[in-house]
T-cell receptor, first 115, second 111 residues
Framework: NAGVMQNPRHLVRRRGQEARLRCSPM?????VYWYRQLPEEGLKFMVY????????ESGMPKERFSAEFPKEGPSILRIQQVVRGDSAAYFC?????????????FGSGTRLTVV | GENVEQHPSTLSVQEGDSAVIKCTYS??????FPWYKQELGKRPQLIID?????GEKKDQRIAVTLNKTAKHFSLHITETQPEDSAVYFC??????????FGTGTSLTVIP
């Protein structure tokens, strides 16, 4: 089992560009969660998705950020017109069922740097 | 929403001593409390968790205690080793849809 796979590991974008972060869940998992970790801070929930559905996006900024989890392929976190404040590590995690209270496994993260 | 506070933010102990990290939460509906260890530049990894129907849980040198009445839970590491040096995060959840994380404790074990 390859675990939760994220790519790219590192991403550098200039201000105003778009960033696309990918997350492939563990085999058999159909629920994906995205978290953001600012430098030297804890993880903040962004969005929870099931295949083709957004279940909870209460942590997602209202503008410039979007997420999807299509029927086929990885989950995508998209940040449009990036700004310096978007520089952070973005982690995703997956679970086999909805709302399961167990410590899901995180991917290795994508470290976004906006220059 | 839930608010999780974590103390201390930094902790230094001598190798072989014990380390204790404490967290408080605000939402009485929270019923699941995992702890994660994060080494520099790596992913957070689950090290132990506890559910609200249990007061204490142990796994070798690591233990977690939960006081539901006071809404606080703690991580205890005994016989610390240099490889225990990392940032530790507590978290709380009521639905499992999202976890609310503390701000982290940077633990340094001095050989």
């Amino acid at each position: 089992n390859a675990g939760v796979m994220q790519n790219p590991r590192h991403l550098v974008r200039r201000r105003g560009q778009e960033a696309r972060l990918r997350c492939s869940p563990m085999k058999g998992h159909s629920h994906v969660y995205w978290y953001r970790q600012l430098p030297e801070e804890g993880l903040k929930f962004m969005v929870y998705l099931q295949k083709e559905n957004i279940i909870d996006e209460s942590g997602m900024p209202k503008e410039r950020f979007s997420a999807e989890f299509p029927k086929e392929g990885p989950s995508i976190l998209r940040i449009q017109q990036v700004v310096r404040g978007d520089s952070a590590a973005y982690f995703c995690a997956s679970s086999p069922t909805r709302g399961t209270n167990y410590g899901y496994t995180f991917g290795s993260g994508t470290r976004l740097t906006v220059v | 929403g839930e608010n999780v506070e974590q103390h201390p933010s930094t902790l230094s102990v001598q190798e072989g001593d014990s380390a204790v990290i404490k967290c408080t939460y605000s939402d009485s509906a929270s019923n699941y409390f995992p702890w994660y260890k994060q080494e520099l530049g790596k992913r957070p990894q689950l090290i132990i968790d506890i559910r609200s129907n249990v007061g204490e849980k142990k796994d070798q040198r690591i233990a977690v205690t939960l006081n539901k009445t006071a809404k606080h839970f703690s991580l205890h590491i005994t016989e610390t080793q240099p490889e225990d040096s990392a940032v530790y995060f507590c978290a709380a959840s009521s639905t499992g849809n999202q976890f609310y994380f503390g701000t982290g404790t940077s633990l340094t074990v001095i050989p």
